[in-house]
């Protein structure tokens, strides 16, 4: 146990004397991971063809305020990536804070270019989720800035992974495009309003059926790498289970809509889960 937290102190910077941040760090960890947990009850995230299922059964809802699914994409992401860009004018820079800020910021960039130019939307996204979903990813993407700007002025840790965090972000936002490029590519409506859905082809999809998911880890897995901070770790420790659990039931979904679903395609990671 001695081991482990003489390594852990010589790769990432002590927590910071903030107890908002500190809290929300915790706090994103316990409820991204909450979230993953209700995703395999069936209680999903109002988005994408979970959340399409569910706004057919509440179609007679007319109190449920909806917008088109762009819209609601385009608003969930966009606050976040503003904080990022912002961040850039409102704090002092060194390499380290330059390298997270950008990599926060290329990563809500790239989810508003997938929405406004790879994605294809077909049905609507219910007001509230939209708003929690949006809160979420600016409080995070902001409490990860600022966590960072807060070790400004402590000694760096002994180990330094900037050099191994960069080529890991940026092979898990290449692998989640090009993931999303191909799911994009089976998706056609036809004239009695199908969805278009299909079992994925190419890639990864072989062996898991959210490879996208993945390599969103992975991007994370770099930016805690970079960041050295407990925030990033916590917020990539978080999000990894969400997104076991929302891969699970996306895995469960695809399974009662194909019965042709090969039975040796995983959720998340290959031959293992």
């Not at 995230?45 to 979970?50: E, I, P, R």
């Not at 503003?82 to 950008?102: E, K, M, N, Q, W």
């Not at 406004?116 to 077909?122: D, G, I, N, T």
């Amino acid at each position: 146990m001695y081991d482990v937290m003489t390594v852990l102190t010589k790769v990432i910077y002590p927590a910071p004397g903030s107890l908002v941040i500190n809290l929300l760090s915790v706090g994103s960890c316990l409820s991204l991971s909450n979230a993953g947990w209700m995703e395999t009850k069936g209680i999903h995230m109002q988005y994408s063809k979970l959340g399409d299922d569910h706004n057919k059964e509440n179609n007679n809802n007319k109190k449920v305020k909806k917008v088109p699914s762009k819209v609601g994409m385009s608003v969930i992401y966009a606050p976040a990536f503003v904080a990022g860009l912002s961040s850039f004018l409102i704090y002092p820079i060194d390499f380290r804070f330059t390298l997270l800020c950008s990599a926060v910021t290329l990563h809500f960039f790239k989810r508003l270019f997938e929405v406004l130019f790879v994605h294809k939307y077909s049905g609507s996204m219910e007001v509230g989720a939209m708003v929690t979903i949006s809160l979420s990813y600016f409080v995070n993407a902001a409490g990860l800035i600022h966590n960072q700007h807060l070790m400004h002025s402590l000694s760096q840790p002994s180990i330094d992974l900037k050099g191994v965090g960069i080529p890991i972000f940026l092979i898990g936002i290449a692998g989640n495009y090009y993931h999303h490029y191909l799911l994009s590519k089976l998706r056609t409506t036809n004239s009695d309003n199908n969805k278009g859905y299909k079992i994925p082809r190419g890639g990864l999809f072989g062996l898991v059926i959210c490879p996208h998911y993945l390599f969103e880890i992975v991007g994370f897995v770099g930016i805690s790498c970079i960041s050295q901070t407990v925030y990033a770790v916590l917020y990539t420790v978080g999000t990894t289970f969400y997104l076991m659990g929302r891969s699970y039931a996306t895995r469960k979904w695809y399974e009662s809509k194909f019965e042709d679903f090969p039975v040796d395609v995983k959720a998340l990671f290959p031959y293992v889960f």
